[in-house]
């Protein structure tokens, strides 16, 4: 950009002195000016776009890895906060908060070389003008800045509801995502209901809250790109007009008033950096915050989960002879009581049915599995690879039947026999055939098939204690029943042990234990019970300009986009 400063002097000045020779000479200069920039220009998108996507890689890596751990992506949906669609946050705002850096950054810091160099520049072809009778230096400089100045005022201003609008839109968008895969995901029960107009009706006002959050944001960014258009567009003429009266008085060359424009340009544009930028600076805002906050979420379940002493539940994963819990008590994800003072051990080889309040069981089921950390208590719990809890509804990822078959170990390898003679006990003997077939099985397959095939994979994994929870709920009594007898034949040293609904008989179970659910809303723990309060007041942000940008302004009419 200096090179071709220099060029626009030497090239006006050879035209009014109308030397073709050194026209001539200056179009080859520029055509090596032309070259380089190219060359700079795709250097300098390769280098961004690599630094982008590993970028993008590291964070997706950390964000996932903390979030899908330890049960904390289940953990994280029960607590309140802002983060909802964390598959949008992960897929869509990391990207955008990544690029959106990354090019901010190299442009601010290109901004800042043109600034660093033109400024100088700019001084020098000034020279002095007489204001009031003092004799001022470099007035385009100072008018530079000034210029730039009221205009970065007047964008700020102009553009103030657009990180509160862009925040908004990038919301909706992702929850007009999360209702088209949960249209996609109950397509069978929708179909059965004959629910696909109300279904439609709802996705369509799905979509009309994007449509009023892209109309708010419309509005600010039409304010803010009409006067950043008559900006630019006087930045180029502003300096000729400035400069003209030298000119005319034989002050200044028409080499020197056009480079002396071009430097002009050049400052302002360096310091209209903000001005330029503020529509993706909304974007990259909103899109941190959206990843924040569902960081913040993991983090916060993090920390309940790692709870020790007598206010929380202590998992005791030694090598034992039982398993069981002695003074367990359970909370609802904001502290208040669910299940009070429980106590139970299970023996080897004993079958024991848990049932009562659905939600109860729902939550002791859950301790046991070690995916609930809100409570106190003690929970005595075999290695994980002793024991398997299982629930409802199978994990069935895409893939083969073998490979599902021999989760969570994937590169385990049964034989076919052994998994033929297990399929064919479980009463699915028609998918033997299929152990190779690679498919989207819990679309395949129906809910009973689906509990069948979590006891085929209990089967084949012999553990020595065994958890189930509403896990034979869609089987008949008889198939219940069997698939029970089963466990207890082929793992006669297994304890057993059945919480929640269970349609057979109760006559296999050795013992049997009715819950109840605690009522009152009893806080149980207050450090955590105060921080659900503290979720559910908005935060003060900390950085005072950001607050002011997203305040916004009140709505012009009726709006669910604002509030």
Not at 23 to 35: P, S
Not at 436 to 457: T, V
Request: aromatic share 8%.
């Amino acid at each position: 950009m200096i090179r071709l400063n220099v060029w626009s002097a030497d090239l006006f000045d050879a035209l009014e002195r109308r030397s073709t020779e050194n026209a001539m000479a200056q179009i080859g200069i520029f055509a090596f000016i032309v070259l380089g920039t190219m060359a700079t220009n795709m250097g300098h998108l390769i280098v961004r776009r690599h630094l982008q996507l590993d970028w993008r890689r590291w964070l997706t890596a950390h964000v996932v890895g903390s979030w899908m751990n330890d049960a904390r992506h289940y953990q994280a949906g029960l607590i309140p906060g802002d983060h909802a669609n964390p598959d949008g946050r992960i897929a869509e705002d990391i990207r955008v908060m990544t690029e959106a850096a990354v090019d901010l950054a190299s442009t601010l810091v290109y901004c800042v070389l043109l600034l660093v160099t033109f400024v100088g520049i700019l001084w020098s072809l000034s020279g002095s003008i007489r204001v009031v009778g003092i004799d001022l230096p470099g007035h385009l400089v100072f008018l530079a800045f000034i210029y730039s100045g009221v205009g970065a005022v007047v964008a700020f201003i102009l553009g103030r509801p657009l990180v509160t609008a862009t925040d908004v839109r990038q919301t909706k968008e992702a929850d007009f995502r999360y209702s088209l895969v949960r249209a996609r995901e109950n397509s069978e029960t929708i179909a059965l209901a004959r629910a696909e107009p109300a279904e439609r009706g709802r996705l369509g006002i799905g979509f009309e809250t994007i449509a009023l959050a892209w109309r708010d944001q419309s509005k600010g960014l039409s304010r803010l790109i009409a006067f950043s258009s008559g900006y630019v567009a006087l930045a180029a003429v502003f300096p000729i007009l400035v400069g003209t009266p030298r000119f005319l008085e034989g002050a200044l060359t028409l080499g020197r008033l056009m480079q002396s424009a071009q430097a002009f340009q050049q400052v302002t544009a360096a310091l209209s950096w903000p001005v330029d930028n503020l529509p993706r600076i909304a974007e990259w805002r909103a899109s941190v915050e959206r990843v924040l906050a569902l960081q913040e979420a993991v983090q916060v379940v993090t920390l309940e989960a790692a709870r020790t002493g007598e206010t929380a539940i202590n998992l005791d994963r030694a090598a034992g002879a039982w398993l069981g819990v002695a003074d367990l008590w359970v909370a609802e994800p904001d502290g208040t009581a669910m299940l009070s003072d429980l106590t139970l051990r299970v023996e080897p080889g004993e079958h024991v049915l848990v049932d009562g309040d659905p939600e109860a069981a729902a939550a002791l089921f859950r301790v046991l599995a070690g995916i609930w950390p809100w409570g106190y208590g003690r929970v005595d719990l075999p290695a994980d690879a002793a024991m398997v809890a299982t629930g409802r509804h199978l994990f069935l990822p895409e893939g083969t039947l073998r490979n599902i078959l021999a989760l969570p170990e994937r590169d385990a390898d049964a034989g076919d026999a052994d998994i033929v003679e297990v399929l064919t006990l479980v009463g699915l003997e028609g998918l033997t055939d299929r152990l190779d077939n690679s498919l989207d099985w819990a679309g395949a397959l129906n809910g009973a098939e689906i509990q069948r095939l979590a006891f085929a994979r209990l089967l084949l994994r012999k553990p020595d204690w065994v958890v189930l929870g509403d896990a034979t709920d869609a089987l008949d009594p008889a198939s219940a029943e069997t698939l029970l007898r089963l466990i207890a034949t082929l793992l006669p040293q297994a304890g057993v042990v059945v919480i929640g609904h269970h349609p057979g008989s109760t006559e296999t179970f050795h013992r049997r234990l009715t819950l109840e659910r605690s009522t009152g809303g009893e806080v149980l723990l207050h450090e955590i019970y105060a921080r659900r309060q503290a979720a559910l007041t908005a935060r003060r942000r900390p950085l005072k300009v950001v607050d002011w940008l997203r305040r916004g302004y009140p709505p012009e009419g009726p709006s669910t986009t604002h509030g």
